[in-house]
């Protein structure tokens, strides 16, 4: 009964390679999001669709490609992968209309080599 | 200077001990604040939740926010070394899915 999944939970690749995150919420929210963690622990947003659409993208290269094909999932795209990729990426999920808190996955751990 | 500042710590507090933790911040906007708690290789778990300036118990753990000095606590009675990981504050501005501003997180030991 998970109710923020990720996948996979590790994954080691060589720079330049071409890579995909996957989310998965069964919590019935509407909005999900990707947050990167670095080395010191700071998290910082990516990526906010709500229902399927794109509400939030920071200021992040446009290697990055998220994807929400339906509104339980959130799906994240790296192109030509960068050694300052490697972090920790989160998935999160939010029901706006009841508070707005935030529920985090497992993470994902990228290794770029 | 950081939207959200935070000690990083780390902390060390003997078990038992009331442990403070604190966050400071400079966007007068922010309404909403969170703090999340977060083991090793594991995703952030909300802990505490508050609207503006008040105090809330949860349990063990307070939150306050003392919105006028722009600094929030979170403080953990009789601490247990299970409350061994790294504390998270964050904040938004407005009720929805505006993204969270988070602070670096202080990392907490409990010596048993």
């Known amino acids: 009964d998970t109710a923020v999944s990720q996948t996979p939970k590790y994954l080691v690749t060589q720079m330049g390679n071409d890579k995909s995150i996957k989310c998965e919420q069964n919590?019935?929210?509407?909005?999900m999001y990707w947050y990167k963690q670095d080395s010191k622990k700071f998290l910082k947003i990516m990526f906010s669709?709500?229902?399927?659409?794109?509400?939030i993208n920071e200021t992040v290269p446009n290697r990055f490609s998220p994807k929400s094909p339906d509104k339980a999932h959130l799906n994240l795209h790296i192109n030509s992968l960068e050694l300052g990729d490697s972090a920790v990426y989160f998935c999160?999920?939010?029901?706006?209309?009841?508070?707005?808190?935030?529920?985090f996955g497992p993470g994902t751990r990228l290794t770029v080599l | 200077q950081k939207e959200v500042e935070q000690d990083p710590g780390p902390l060390s507090v003997p078990e038992g001990a009331i442990v403070s933790l604190n966050c400071t911040y400079s966007?007068?906007?922010?309404?909403?604040f969170m703090w999340y708690r977060q083991y090793s290789r594991k995703g952030p778990e909300l802990l505490m939740y508050?609207?503006?300036?008040g105090n809330k118990e949860d349990g063990r753990f307070t939150a306050q926010v003392d919105k006028s000095s722009k600094y929030i606590s979170l403080f953990i009675r009789d601490s247990q070394p299970s409350d061994s990981a790294t504390y998270l504050c964050?904040?938004?501005?407005?009720?929805?899915?505006?993204?969270?501003?988070f602070g670096t997180g202080t990392r907490l030991t409990i010596i048993p």
């Open positions: 999160a999920s939010s029901q706006p209309m009841t508070g707005g808190e935030q529920f």
């Open positions: 919590l019935g929210h509407d909005t």
């Open positions: 669709y709500n229902n399927k659409e794109l509400i």
């Open positions: 966007n007068s906007a922010f309404q909403y």
């Open positions: 508050t609207y503006s300036s």
């Open positions: 964050a904040m938004r501005r407005t009720f929805g899915n505006e993204k969270l501003t």
